[in-house]
């Protein structure tokens, strides 16, 4: 096992003692394969047991362990030291408030996810003597890619809009809503429209990309959205000209 | 929450943003070589004249005109917004004025010819 | 361990003015964004020229003598490059707004791209050919 020596400057804060965060310099002593997050886990086995940070699976399934890495949205178990020469610089998630060292405060956006009614909302109430729903792999392919998103609000971090505009419901929120919009078995469009329609919803969104471009999962949360818009530009002219038009 | 009104906008921006990806580069080819005293034979008075008298001509020449000022318009707007003005009402009002007003413009301009 | 622990959230602003300096994505976006400041006044410009051609000869091939100089040339070698540079971006993220899909898989993005740039030279050369440009 290749071993070197690698400066980590960790950003830490704690609310109970200090009036704003501050870097602290860590010099560890990494295995070459490691990630930041093995890195991290190191600090606080052997060198600082008070550094707090959210992991889980350690395989980027998750979505617990997003962090800026060098000023860039990374999952920091899928960030590999051998892609970074000299300081690495962990910072909390950026335009997410700071609870405690790395963790942030998140119930922003799971009030967003909440608003859009990520679940199905079937056309009709169908009993289930009536057999399952039937879907095409066709149906399928519409909406898959948007079943991809693990939470890791990487694209939060990553959407300038969001950090101007805190009340904008973002890509992952609008992106679900897009998912289930799309899947044939849903009837709640409607409904969600109501939300994601509005100033703070997709029209907050300019297509910068950047949610796109961070995303480990290559959700493409940028393309949902625009495609949300497409359709709410049609249905607005569908219902103000034409509005005896039931869809 | 009520649903936005921006879809009016930007539509205008989306259909704005195609036309002006097609047409413009050329556009400017063409008017650069006018600057550099080089005016190609079709930028003649005869030539431009005849093209924007004829109705199609006067078709393309509005929708080229209309749709890159509103596309432009909206995006500039979008624009001061990001650079950190937060007077979105003034500068939606202002943008869209001059868009209009340009759209007013080449209209009557055209029906004069 | 009874007690409350307190809570005291840190915000960190993000600098309204200065914000896409941070990142070079946020800087080719921001480069992408003022190409409509001179797209917007390129056509003014040529709302001006219609104006010019409405009034008669005299002052159309005044409009065109007004289009020379050094300063004129500049603002349309600055205008030609971001125009380019709008179209370029724009023609590469259609695709993700207008997904096509035939049977189950999708048309490929670069395929309805490279459609969109083969318009492009098309209108391209109708519109110099047309000027009498060749």
């Known amino acids: 096992m290749s071993k070197r020596m690698v400066e980590f400057e960790v950003l830490r804060y704690n609310p109970e003692k200090d009036s704003e965060p501050s870097f602290r310099r860590y010099s560890v002593e990494c295995v070459d394969e490691w990630v930041v997050l093995d890195a991290l886990n190191h600090i606080k086995e052997t060198i600082d047991p008070t550094l707090s940070y959210r992991w889980s699976c350690h395989m980027a399934v998750c979505g617990s362990c997003g962090m800026m890495i060098n000023g860039e949205p990374k999952l920091a178990c899928k960030a590999f030291l051998r892609n970074y020469e000299g300081v690495i610089r962990v910072e909390p998630l950026q335009h997410f408030p700071i609870e405690r060292d790395l963790v942030t405060v998140i119930d922003d956006f799971i009030g967003k996810l909440k608003r859009v009614k990520p679940y199905l909302i079937p056309k009709k109430d169908k009993p289930l003597t ?15 890619q948007y079943t991809m998103c693990i939470n890791c609000m990487l694209c939060y971090a990553a959407c300038p809009e969001y950090g101007l505009i805190p009340k904008f419901i973002g890509p992952a929120a609008i992106s679900l809503a897009h998912r289930y919009n799309q899947d044939s078995r849903d009837g709640g469009r409607d409904q969600r429209q109501e939300e994601i329609a509005t100033t703070e919803g997709v029209w907050e969104c300019s297509f910068t ?31 103000h000209l034409m509005p005896w038009v039931k869809k | 929450m009520a649903k936005s009104n921006k879809p009016i906008v930007w539509g205008l921006f989306a259909a704005g943003g195609t036309v002006s990806a097609f047409v413009i580069p050329a556009l400017v080819v063409v008017t650069l070589l006018a600057a550099l005293g080089h005016a190609p034979a079709g930028l003649s008075y005869q030539a431009v004249h005849g093209f924007a008298s004829h109705w199609l001509g006067k078709l393309m020449v509005f929708g080229v005109m209309f749709f890159s000022l509103w596309g432009s318009a909206h995006r500039l707007r979008i624009t001061f917004y990001d650079f950190g003005v937060r007077a979105d009402g003034l500068v939606a009002t202002v943008v869209y004025l001059v868009a209009a007003a340009g759209s007013v413009a080449t209209a009557m301009y055209l029906m004069q010819l | 361990m009874g007690e409350e622990m307190s809570r005291k959230p840190y915000v960190r602003e993000v600098p309204k003015h200065t914000w896409f300096f941070r990142h070079p994505r946020y800087m080719r976006y921001m480069a992408r964004e003022i190409t409509c400041i001179f797209i917007g006044a390129y056509t003014l410009l040529l ?36 125009a380019i540079y709008h179209t370029v971006t724009w023609f590469n993220v259609t695709p993700k707004a207008l997904p096509v899909q035939i049977g189950e898989e999708f048309v490929p993005n670069g395929v309805i ?22």
Do not use: N
Request: contains cysteine; negative net charge; glycine residues 10%.
């Open chain 3, 47 to 82: 709302v001006k020229g219609l104006g010019a051609l409405a009034a008669g000869q005299a002052a159309y091939e005044s409009f065109l003598q007004g289009l020379q100089g050094t300063g004129s040339v500049a603002f349309h070698v600055a205008t030609l490059v971001l």
């Open chain 1, 209 to 239: 990309g950047a949610c796109s471009e961070v995303c480990p999962e290559h959700v493409d949360p940028a393309s949902a959205l625009q495609q949300v818009k497409i359709k709410s530009t049609v249905d607005w002219y569908q219902e």
């Open chain 1, 130 to 144: 009536e057999g399952e729903f039937l879907q095409t792999p066709a149906e399928l392919k519409k909406f898959k």
């Open chain 3, 113 to 134: 791209a490279g459609a969109h740039y083969a318009g492009w030279a098309v209108i391209s050369a109708a519109v110099l050919l047309a000027a009498g440009v060749f």
